[in-house]
Structures are given as C-alpha cells and as structure tokens.
C-alpha cells in the first residue's frame, strides 16, 4: 500500500495556537443541483489535537463523482479524507498532508482561505538542488532511482538513471554536469521502507507504514532539506 503526501510552508507570521482557533468547527455545506436531484457537500475539519510544537486534525470534503449505471451516468458524493499536521520547525510553519500531490494542493489552497481569506498564504516547499543532491549522496548505497531536471541538453527535459549501484558510475557524474536532481527513490536503512522525494516537497512511501511513521520521516528528514 502506497501512502503519499506533500509538504507547505506558511509564509505569514502566525502560531500553532492561532491556526488550531481559526480551523475549530470549521464546517460548510453546499448544494449542487444534478436534474431532478440535489446533493450536499459537506466540508469540514475535524479530529484536531495539539501535539509537541504542532496540531493535527483530518480535512474531509465531499466530492460529485459520475457513476456508470445502466447507460446512464449518475452524479454520486463521495469524501475524501486527508491527515494533516501543521507543525513549527526552525521557526518555519510547515503544512504536511497525507494526500496525493493534487488534492493536496487543492486541501492547502483551501486551508489558505481559511486561515488568511485568499490563496497564496500556503505554498509549496522548495528543497534547493544542492541539498537534495547532498542528501541523495548521502544514501548513495540505497538509490533506486533518479531523475534529473533543469537539463541543459537541447531537446531533453529530463534524465533518469535506474539500478542499486548507482555510485558507481560515471553516468551519474555526467548527468549532474547537465541537470539537477529532482526526484530519487531510495530505501534508507535506518527506515526500512523505500521512499521517494521531489524538490517540491512530494514525499511517496512504497511500503505499508502507519500515519505516525510516515510523518515522523517527513519530520526527521524532510523539514531539514527545505529552504
């Protein structure tokens, strides 16, 4: 089971505090009109608690989907449900949600909303090309995969290399001349599970973990690469 998710930073001054009041109860209905019938949509926050320098909860939003029945299409609701944790690190505010990276943009779109009225409040996190590269040397052993972009070879957009001895060649070395690392799969050893990440913060785990495991490595080993 694949569990993915993607990191935010806030841009504007604000605590944890004022975060867990702004988003407590939050709750809205709407109505959508489908022909003869109507449905309602119901988004809210919910399942929130204050842990160490951080609050969790659960974004739910309910969502009109088409059901094939019977040579007909037939809107139906279904919700999606969404771990969150905002949490203060290096006096940074950070967003992580336990969601694809679509819909996560779409929940941290709405959260901006929420707490500061428009969008543009929560962005994507931005981890430099050096870092990653760094932290990807670091687990050099470990590679499964990596992508480069940025590259600067006529008519190519982007590189990859696949394999476990990935350290060893000189494809490597060379790619790096002409790109930057984008987007590596490793399994580190202090982990277990293996892990890709993306200079935008989209953290994906190939392996069964529980939320509180998935977020502990997003904690230990994400929030350090982010600018």
């Known amino acids: 089971m694949v569990t993915a998710g993607k990191v935010f930073v806030v841009k504007e001054e604000i605590d944890i505090d004022t975060i867990?009041?702004?988003?407590?109860?939050?709750?809205?209905?709407?109505?959508?009109?489908?022909?003869?019938?109507?449905?309602?949509?119901?988004?809210?926050?919910?399942?929130?608690?204050?842990?160490?320098?951080?609050?969790?909860?659960?974004?739910?939003?309910?969502?009109?989907?088409?059901?094939y029945h019977r040579g007909e299409k037939v809107p139906t609701v279904k919700t999606i449900e969404a771990p969150f944790i905002f949490s203060n690190y290096n006096d940074k505010i950070f967003l992580t949600i336990l969601e694809k990276k679509m819909q996560a943009n779409s929940i941290a779109n709405q959260m901006s909303k929420i707490l500061f009225l428009t969008t543009g409040h929560i962005v994507e996190a931005r981890i430099a090309p050096e870092k990653m590269r760094n932290f990807h040397e670091q687990n050099f052993e470990d590679t499964k995969v990596v992508f480069f972009n940025d590259v600067d070879i006529p008519n190519v957009k982007k590189l990859s290399l696949y394999g476990s001895s990935l350290a060893d060649t000189t494809l490597y070395n060379d790619y790096c001349n002409h790109g930057n690392v984008w987007y590596i799969v490793i399994k580190p050893k202090r982990y277990g599970f293996i892990v890709g990440i993306t200079r935008d913060g989209v953290v994906t785990i190939f392996s069964r973990v529980e939320k509180d495991d998935f977020l502990n490595y997003v904690i230990n080993e994400i929030y350090p690469l982010i600018s």
């Open 20 to 67: 867990a009041s702004k988003l407590k109860d939050f709750k809205t209905e709407e109505i959508q009109k489908f022909d003869d019938r109507e449905l309602k949509l119901i988004t809210e926050i919910s399942d929130m608690k204050m842990v160490i320098n951080a609050l969790e909860g659960k974004y739910s939003q309910d969502q009109v989907i088409m059901i």
